[in-house]
């Protein structure tokens, strides 16, 4: 049913040339229709996608060296236009890139500690730059395997998601910002410029008497040596044990289901013990939810950066649902519903008005 609602610019289209509108100018409107075809796509794949987390670690940098541009360009002096050459002088650059293909900028000072760490070569390399008159070029370094001279990054990634507007199980009730403050629940962790996620996050009320840093510091390495083979991020949640297995749920629900390539552990801590665990994901094999249980229920008084490096030691029984083959178990909300209906009839009619602006009698 909801399909229809694209189909409605088209529609538009065809009814300016049913009520008499100029014939000639039918390649006009062929282009509005399908530019607010775009814009109606776009707005509902916004409307309906979700941000993921993705880590990895890096395999190679490279260092481009300074280089001076010429640009050419023209202004205006008394009435007449003239052309004139100008010159931009460009610093140099330090660039990452992990094993997952994404590439980034890194500070000088990062470049030249995990340079001296490398015990691999530079080589030069030939850097394209448009309308280089001088300087140019410059050098990479590859990594040569050692986990423990590399470093990890986590960056954002955009996808469709069909738990967000549908009535699905795992999408839970809506929990907003002011409520979730109230409840105690986390919000996602941003990826901070130059430093990394923060992936175990921990409740002011926790007493924790272990190493916080020293676990999210292996938890961050597990997401990035195994995020991209096996199509996983996890974080560790800690809450007070007193609130109970729910609070899980509820984070859950805030979270609107949590994203496809995710596993959360929520943990009931009492000071180094742990006394619930509760595991979130869009898996549908409880294969290794019911370990990460078993594991705590065998191990309630054990360092949590020992249970990652067991986890990591797991993930072959770690297998997310793929999303083009998930099913919500009923339709889109009614929210999302009249979302996409306004905004087609809203783009439609502006469809309409273009057309008559162009060809109307």
């Not at 979130?280 to 249970?307: G, H, I």
Request: proline share 2%; net charge negative; aromatic share 14%.
């Amino acid at each position: 049913m909801n399909k229809i609602a694209f189909f409605l610019p088209i529609v538009a289209c065809a009814a300016a040339l049913i009520l008499g509108f100029d014939y000639h100018y039918w390649w006009a409107y062929a282009l509005i229709a399908a530019a607010a075809e775009g814009i109606l796509y776009l707005m509902f794949y916004l409307n309906n996608s979700s941000i993921e987390y993705l880590s990895g670690h890096i395999v190679r940098l490279e260092h481009h060296y300074p280089w001076t541009e010429r640009c050419e360009k023209s202004r205006t002096v008394g009435g007449k236009t003239e052309r004139y050459v100008s010159y931009v002088d460009h610093e140099d650059e330090y660039i990452y890139e992990l094993n997952t293909g994404h590439t980034g900028s890194i500070p000088e000072k990062e470049y030249e500690r995990l340079v001296r760490l490398w015990p691999t070569y530079k080589s030069e390399i030939h850097v394209q730059h448009r309308h280089c008159v001088s300087g140019g070029g410059g050098e990479e370094i590859k990594w040569n395997g050692d986990e423990s001279i590399t470093e990890t990054k986590t960056y954002t990634h955009r996808y469709r998601n069909p738990l967000k507007n549908s009535y699905s199980v795992n999408r839970g009730q809506k929990i907003k910002k002011d409520e979730a403050k109230a409840l105690g629940l986390f919000d996602y962790p941003e990826p901070v410029a130059d430093a990394e996620q923060q992936v175990v996050l921990v409740d002011p009320d926790v007493y924790y008497n272990g190493n916080i840093d020293e676990t999210n510091r292996e938890l961050q390495r597990l997401n990035a040596f195994c995020g991209a083979e096996k199509q996983i991020h996890v974080f560790i949640l800690l809450f007070p044990s007193n609130e109970g297995s729910q609070i899980a749920f509820k984070q859950r629900d805030y979270w609107k289901g949590c994203n496809k390539n995710e596993l959360v552990v929520c943990l009931g801590v009492n000071d180094k013990q742990v006394d619930w665990c509760e595991t979130l994901s869009w898996m549908d094999n409880d294969a290794l939810n019911n370990e990460v249980k078993d594991y705590f229920r065998q191990n309630y008084n054990k360092n949590l950066t020992e249970f990652v490096k067991w986890l990591r030691a797991h993930l072959d029984n770690w297998k997310r649902v793929e999303v083009k083959t998930m099913k919500t178990s009923s339709q889109m909300s009614l929210g999302s519903t009249l979302y996409l209906w306004i905004s087609a009839s809203l783009i439609s009619a502006f469809v309409l008005l273009c057309a008559y602006w162009i060809g109307g009698k």
